[in-house]
DNA sequence: TCTGGGGTCCTAGGACCC
DNA sequence: TCTGGGGTCCTAGGACCC
């Protein structure tokens, strides 16, 4: 059977790891360029603040309500963590997301190992998991919808009546169902089905014919037939992406160069990280969303490279060639993306145009002084002032990296720590 | 003059997920 | 005044192959 272990509220969650003064009190996480409201702790969404609201709102209506800035390294490290965990019951595991893995499990035994992973993940992470255990991947989702509504923290669907599942199905809309989205609500709707029960009773060929394969297959994981196996291994990644809304808007065209330039540095950083090199590149510049005043721009041009790379200096040099010709004067930019594309592992990208070595010599001697003083402290043109460009994004509510930086580890919480593990006798000089 | 049955690859556009 | 950042998959249609 396929269970879902899903981290509740995962960004506040973590950031109450090592935080003690966040636990009882409405807590959100901000999306980049402290956006909008990207997590809420059970104490906001109480409150009324909705996924994806502006902050500037949230502020001025709940003055009183606890913030942090989206803090990627931080949360990664917790998903690892929690990945590690779950693999010490099954060998079948399947990363989903950044708060969700799946899991296969042997059909007697998964409730017993649901309820100690949520015990382990509570005890050795402090993260509060919920799982959902059924026959398929689909109603395995909708079991974790169900554990985290009824507050039990584990719901085994394998386990309910015949009658009890129909019910669950009769009143989950079908905006609530895994791979059933806003336009296809819409469309369903036009066919009389509104619920999970409604959709389940339809003809999977019919569903093939008028909406596609995906549909089918949601069908049929409803009435219980995997239709999704797990996917224990990720496939190769076909792109990388890296977009910011920009922290000050822009309209000369050498600072959209120059952000284009640093956004190219950050992806090729990225890349290298995970060992891939890029075909092609593509940038786009963008006036922002619909609720901005002002002429609208969005473009977007690709550029093949001629090696397969992932050099700082191709993709800045690239990214703010790509920039400049698409550049036209009279707008406000807000937004600027870069995304490689083709992507290749980078061993074999060495090519009849010869060795990047010089390239590669640059990088690696930016990545060490980046490991080692910080994102931020080295890079070509305007990514390596000191001083942050002005097109950098703000985070004014950022914590520490308390488990990727030697600089931020939180001191106060390992002293308190030790003293306990001191006072049980179980410590050293070690 | 007439014309089948089996493929692949690419792109644009639309949809979904977290 | 201020509104995120990543990804993947499917389908239709066209071009091409034998």
Not at 97 to 107: G, H, K, N, T, V
Not at 147 to 157: I, N, W
Request: one cysteine or more.
């Amino acid at each position: 059977v396929y269970a879902l272990a899903d981290v509740d509220a995962m960004y506040c969650s973590v950031e109450r790891v090592f935080q003690p003064q966040l636990r009882t009190c409405p807590l959100v996480v901000l999306s980049n360029n402290d956006g909008c409201v990207i997590a809420r702790s059970a104490e906001a969404k109480q409150l009324g603040i909705i996924m994806g609201q502006p902050w500037f709102q949230v502020r001025r209506q709940w003055p009183g309500v606890a913030v942090r800035s989206a803090n990627y390294a931080l949360y990664g490290d917790f998903s690892a963590r929690l990945l590690a965990l779950a693999s010490q019951h099954t060998p079948h595991v399947e990363p989903y997301s950044i708060d969700e893995c799946f899991l296969a499990l042997p059909a007697g035994q998964a409730a017993q190992a649901a309820r100690q992973l949520r015990d382990q993940a509570a005890r050795w992470l402090g993260l509060p998991v919920s799982v959902g255990i059924a026959a398929t991947k689909t109603l395995a989702k909708l079991a974790t919808t169900q554990a985290k509504a009824t507050g039990q923290g584990v719901c085994d669907l394998t386990r309910a009546t015949p009658a009890a599942l129909a019910a669950l199905l009769a009143r989950t809309p079908v905006t609530g169902i895994w791979g059933i989205g806003y336009r296809l609500a819409a469309r369903l709707r036009g066919h009389a089905i509104s619920t999970a029960a409604e959709l389940a009773a339809a003809d999977p060929r019919w569903a093939r014919r008028a909406f596609s394969v995906n549909l089918e297959r949601t069908i049929r994981e409803l009435r219980g037939t995997p239709c999704i196996p797990l996917a224990a291994q990720p496939p190769p990644r076909r792109q990388m992406m890296h977009c910011r809304q920009l922290g000050q808007p822009l309209t000369r065209a050498e600072d959209v160069a120059a952000a284009a330039a640093g956004f190219g540095q950050a992806l090729a950083a990225r890349m290298r990280r995970r060992g891939l090199a890029a075909g092609t590149l593509s940038v786009w510049l963008s006036s922002g969303g619909d609720f901005y005043r002002g002429p609208r721009i969005d473009v977007q041009a690709v550029q093949a490279l001629l090696v397969p790379a992932a050099t700082a200096g191709i993709f800045a040099a690239t990214a703010a060639a790509l920039a400049r010709r698409m550049w036209r004067p009279g707008y406000t930019y807000r937004r600027v993306g870069a995304l490689a594309l083709d992507l290749i592992p980078a061993r074999q990208a060495a090519g009849l145009w010869g060795s990047t070595q010089a390239g590669d010599a640059v990088c690696a001697a930016i990545d060490a002084i980046i490991t080692r003083y910080g994102p931020g402290s080295i890079g070509l043109g305007q990514a390596g002032i000191k001083q942050p460009p002005p097109w950098a994004t703000h985070q004014h509510h950022l914590s520490p990296a308390f488990t990727t930086r030697w600089d931020q580890l939180a001191t106060t919480w390992l002293t308190t720590a030790t003293d306990i593990l001191m006072q049980q006798g179980r410590s050293s000089a070690g």
